[in-house]
């Protein structure tokens, strides 16, 4: 990216918009101004065009917003993300080590349940250059992990383009099968709406058949369920 103004309006603007995406979503705006740097020249370090095309204050600001952005970390953020996330971030400069400290805890929380070849080769290489000896050292766990990331872990990621990154790694474009349970409580959600609001008795058998399942219910399924009796109570008071 050879027009530092150019650089400067887009980092400015993702900055507007950027609380509050997924956490998928920024890891990939991320990969992008990696990409845009990496491709504005051919002979310069990427820590080099950091310096010459952004003023070092600004993009430090930047980069700390972005970090402040990184909640996911107590939502449940996938390793895939976290990885992604310190990587592009390491990349760009950043070397916090707080954040990093932040980081190596996460990991060492999640590690023993990832799976090392659902995540990326490249990034875990670059996340134990981003962490340091030290840092990996008091969390040998998260070493560990790390080393088999590399070893078994997917291949060639770090080529993809970060939409095509995101499109493959994001959560919400894989469909996860109802459980049988779950899909008893979406029967018993189609059967209240076809009975008749006038039927209070069977609302309510229907709603106790809800309630004893809710616990395995989906979150989805119950507002939908609260809105559907709510709705039929209602028409049924207006005919009275």
């Given at each position: 990216?050879?027009?530092?103004r150019?650089?400067?309006?887009?980092?400015?603007?993702?900055?507007?918009?950027?609380?509050?995406?997924?956490?998928?979503?920024?890891?990939?705006?991320?990969?992008?101004?990696?990409?845009?740097?990496?491709?504005?020249?051919?002979?310069?370090?990427?820590?080099?065009?950091?310096?010459?095309?952004?003023?070092?204050?600004?993009?430090?600001a930047?980069?700390?917003?972005?970090?402040?952005?990184?909640r996911?970390?107590?939502?449940?953020?996938?390793?895939k993300?976290?990885?992604?996330?310190?990587?592009?971030l390491?990349?760009?400069?950043?070397?916090?080590?707080e954040?990093?400290?932040?980081?190596?805890?996460?990991?060492?929380?999640?590690?023993?349940?990832?799976?090392?070849?659902?995540?990326?080769?490249?990034?875990?290489n670059?996340?134990?250059?981003?962490?340091?000896?030290?840092?990996?050292?008091?969390?040998?766990?998260?070493?560990?992990?790390?080393?088999?990331?590399?070893?078994?872990?997917?291949?060639?990621?770090?080529t993809?383009?970060?939409?095509?990154?995101?499109?493959?790694?994001?959560?919400?474009?894989?469909?996860?099968?109802?459980?049988?349970?779950?899909?008893?409580?979406?029967?018993?959600?189609?059967?209240?709406?076809?009975?008749?609001?006038?039927?209070?008795?069977?609302?309510?058998?229907?709603?106790?058949?809800?309630?004893?399942?809710?616990?395995?219910?989906?979150?989805?399924?119950?507002?939908?369920?609260?809105?559907?009796?709510?709705?039929?109570?209602?028409?049924?008071?207006?005919?009275?």
């Amino acid at each position: 990216m050879k027009d530092m103004r150019v650089y400067r309006y887009l980092r400015n603007e993702f900055a507007k918009t950027a609380a509050g995406i997924p956490m998928i979503q920024l890891c990939a705006a991320l990969k992008c101004f990696v990409r845009g740097l990496v491709e504005g020249g051919e002979t310069q370090s990427l820590d080099e065009q950091v310096q010459q095309e952004l003023e070092r204050e600004d993009m430090d600001a930047f980069l700390r917003f972005c970090v402040e952005n990184l909640r996911g970390f107590a939502n449940g953020m996938e390793v895939k993300c976290v990885l992604a996330a310190t990587e592009s971030l390491y990349q760009l400069g950043y070397a916090s080590p707080e954040f990093h400290e932040k980081v190596a805890r996460y990991l060492a929380s999640k590690c023993s349940s990832a799976s090392p070849s659902a995540n990326s080769s490249e990034s875990a290489n670059t996340v134990c250059l981003a962490l340091g000896e030290d840092l990996l050292d008091r969390h040998p766990e998260v070493h560990s992990f790390l080393l088999e990331v590399e070893k078994c872990g997917l291949k060639g990621e770090a080529t993809l383009p970060p939409t095509e990154w995101m499109n493959k790694n994001d959560p919400a474009n894989f469909i996860t099968p109802l459980t049988e349970t779950q899909q008893e409580g979406w029967n018993i959600i189609n059967r209240m709406v076809d009975t008749r609001a006038s039927d209070t008795e069977k609302l309510t058998a229907l709603a106790n058949e809800y309630v004893a399942i809710v616990k395995s219910t989906r979150v989805d399924d119950l507002k939908c369920i609260s809105l559907v009796f709510s709705r039929k109570r209602f028409s049924n008071r207006i005919r009275y």
